[in-house]
């Protein structure tokens, strides 16, 4: 293991792995167990794609993620279009007009639109009825406590609240819903479907991937101390496990984002339990380095992300595509960004260790990337550099950080790592 791998991961050989191959394993298609929809067994289940594999993923290493549909493309805004009361939301009427809009252009929600009906899947059928008086209530525990199972109540407005959901992805539209956890009633929250994979290859009326803004209507609105819900259907994870052990066993060596599960019920109907994952935000960086200040970007997984961390020159614009900053966007941090890379990439191995001190984390760089191996994540840094976070300190050291970890502890299909060995791969 070495610091050279932050500079020119390995990735993987494309092949059957890539988006649009079969990869059905271990999906739970069957219908009306534990959970009802998508629980355990319920509802549209996990199943779908796996791991993409890819050496050098979309287009080799050589080709950047930019341009339409890329892993890097903007959501596209149509609340300041539509938004005729200026609240800053789309009511009602407003999302209707919105959604013409979106028919009329034929763009189904941007680069998201409806997924398609995944291949040997199921047909859903509904849940079982489930009321706040059913559940038991966890008040005085922590949101991530991983010895909890919370139930989460949604109620949208209306019954085709998962079309409107569907057209919305990947807008900046957000769909209303009361909320209703541990019987306590929230203001409005809202509420979008999220994910790649796990929205495209999983059809209407199975469990899809959530982001809830608890603070979408009072801005000071929090659930048990939290902004955001990240709630991941678990997509080719039959166990469901993945992602909450790999945060438990890497968490406690780097900052990485905590995760347990969570109930989730949707006009009075079950669609089963999710993976409730931390957001990768301000509260986070408060939490870990003791300021919300600094840098933060994220990468985005995708079998052509191409995110690692290359020299690409002194152009600002070639790491826009790759990465996406999430804090202020000001010229300094990107400089830093790229001061990074450049020594990475052109400093002789035998300096690379001082050159890199007061610059990178290397225990914590080293841990990432060890982890990231030992694990298999086959959806991470050392397989495709892409789906992981950074962090720039306000002393000017950066992080680099677990993101997404729904796709570890599993082998990828096509090369494994250098030399083609390993999961995976040929040995």
């Not at 339409?68 to 007009?97: H, I, M, S, W, Y």
């Given at each position: ?9 390995p990735g993987q050989a494309p092949g059957e792995g890539e988006l649009g191959a079969p990869q059905n394993e271990g999906q739970n298609g069957g219908r009306g167990g534990f959970g009802g929809r998508g629980g355990f067994g319920g509802r549209g289940g996990f199943g779908g794609r796996g791991g993409f594999g890819g050496r050098g993923g979309f287009g080799g290493r050589n ?183 790999y945060s438990s066993i890497v968490g406690s060596k780097i900052p990485t984002p905590r995760a347990n599960f969570m109930n989730v019920v949707i006009n009075g109907e079950s669609w089963g339990v999710y993976c409730n994952v931390e957001q990768f935000n301000g509260d986070f960086v408060k939490a870990n380095y003791g300021t919300k200040k600094g840098a933060r970007w994220k ?129």
């Amino acid at each position: 293991m070495s610091l050279e791998s932050l500079a020119q991961p390995p990735g993987q050989a494309p092949g059957e792995g890539e988006l649009g191959a079969p990869q059905n394993e271990g999906q739970n298609g069957g219908r009306g167990g534990f959970g009802g929809r998508g629980g355990f067994g319920g509802r549209g289940g996990f199943g779908g794609r796996g791991g993409f594999g890819g050496r050098g993923g979309f287009g080799g290493r050589n080709q950047g993620p930019g341009g339409p549909g890329g892993p890097n493309a903007k959501d596209q805004l149509l609340v300041e279009k539509f938004d005729a009361d200026g609240d800053g939301r789309l009511n009602t009427q407003e999302r209707a007009e919105a959604r013409k809009s979106l028919d009329a252009t034929n763009s189904g929600g941007g680069r998201g639109g409806p997924g398609g009906r995944g291949r040997m899947m199921a047909e859903g059928k509904p849940g079982p009825k489930v009321e706040p008086g059913d559940v038991t209530e966890y008040s005085d525990q922590p949101l991530y406590d991983p010895s909890v199972l919370r139930t989460l109540f949604l109620t949208f407005g209306s019954d085709d609240w998962e079309q409107e959901l569907a057209v919305f992805k990947s807008t900046d539209v957000e769909v209303p819903a009361k909320l209703t956890v541990d019987g306590e009633q929230y203001k409005e929250v809202g509420v979008s479907f999220r994910g790649a994979s796990s929205f495209f290859s999983i059809p209407e009326g199975l469990k899809r991937s959530l982001n809830i803004s608890i603070d979408y209507l009072d801005s000071g609105q929090r659930l048990h101390g939290f902004k955001t819900l990240n709630l991941l259907n678990c997509n080719g994870d039959a166990s469901l496990m993945s992602t909450v052990l790999y945060s438990s066993i890497v968490g406690s060596k780097i900052p990485t984002p905590r995760a347990n599960f969570m109930n989730v019920v949707i006009n009075g109907e079950s669609w089963g339990v999710y993976c409730n994952v931390e957001q990768f935000n301000g509260d986070f960086v408060k939490a870990n380095y003791g300021t919300k200040k600094g840098a933060r970007w994220k990468v985005h997984g995708s079998p052509r992300g191409d995110g690692g961390l290359r020299y690409l020159g002194e152009d600002i614009e070639p790491y826009r595509e790759r990465f996406e900053i999430k804090s202020k966007d000001d010229e300094q941090s990107w400089r830093d960004l790229i001061a990074l890379c450049k020594l990475l990439n052109e400093t002789p191995a035998d300096e690379l260790e001082d050159k890199l001190n007061g610059v990178l984390d290397i225990d914590g760089a080293l841990w990432f990337l060890a982890a990231d191996i030992a694990l298999i994540n086959s959806d991470g840094y050392w397989t495709r550099a892409s789906d992981y976070n950074i962090y720039k300190d306000p002393a000017g050291v950066f992080h680099v950080l677990p993101h997404d970890m729904n796709e570890s502890f599993r082998p990828t299909r096509g090369g494994g790592g250098p030399g083609g060995g390993g999961p995976g791969g040929g040995g």
